[in-house]
C-alpha cells in the first residue's frame, strides 16, 4: 500500500483468485489471465479486490481496529490475515485471547434468531457464548448479491454490513469489547 512502512520479513504481497460458489475453472483462468499483466509489473491498483464490492465496509481495513482496541494487544497475526479479517490476540490478565475481526455481509435473519441481543455503549450486539462470536450490523440497508451475468439473486434472504469478531475462547468478555470498539470505528 502506498505510505506503508517497509516488510521486514520474507513476506510478500499476492494476489488469490477462487471462486466461492460453483466450480467453474475457465471463468477463474479468465481472471487470472486478466490480472496477471498489472501483478507481474507491480503497477497493483491502491485498493484491493475487496473493495470492488459495493459496499463502504468493503474499502475499510480490518485492522484499523487494533488502534482503538483498550486491550493489551499482544501479538497481530499478519500471515493469516486477509483482505477483509484480521487475525491477532489480545491479553486479558495472565491469559492471551486469540482472535479474527470480519468485516463481511452476514444473514440478517439467522444472526438475530441465533444469538443473544446485548446493548454495550449504544452497540447492539449479538453473541454466541457457545463460540464466543459477536455480530454487529454498521449498515441498515440490506446487500444484494448478484449472480454471474448481472441478475440480482431474489428470496427473504436479507445481508447486510456486518463486523464480526471471533474467538473460540471462554474470554467472550474481551470479544465483546472488541466488537464494540470495532463497530463503532466503522459504523
Known sequence: MPGAQPLRRADQPFVRVGLIAEENCEFAKRIV??????????QLPVRDAVGTYPAPLAERDPCQVLSVIDAEVDHWDIDRSRPYECDFAVRDGADV????????????DLATETRQHRDRDGIELLVDDTFCSTVAFVGTAPMQRKLYGGDFVSGDVTNRPAVVVDSGSQHCDVVTDVATAAAKLYG
Open 33 to 42: 489471465r486478466a490480472i496477471a499483466p498489472p501483478v507481474e509489473s507491480q
Open 97 to 108: 485471547v486469540a482472535m479474527k475481526v470480519s468485516l463481511e455481509p452476514t444473514m440478517f
